[in-house]
């Protein structure tokens, strides 16, 4: 089954673990792990003002969506 996506507009990535992004969103830090957001190697820690799109999944869970 494909994904669904849902772009998500990040302040700055905060930390990066080998398994997920911390993400200031809004002024809110949301960890998400990689395996939930598209090409998660273009991204890196102390990126700022980046979109993402992560699964509609994580995108609920986190009440991103």
Known sequence: MMANWVYVEVDR???ETDKAFLCDIGGE???L???QISDP???SEGDED???SVTDFIA???GLA
């Open 13 to 15: 990535i905060v930390k």
């Open 29 to 31: 830090e949301v960890w």
């Open 60 to 62: 609920h869970e986190k």
């Open 33 to 35: 792990p990689k395996s």
């Open 50 to 52: 980046v979109g993402m």
């Open 41 to 43: 190697e273009d991204y």
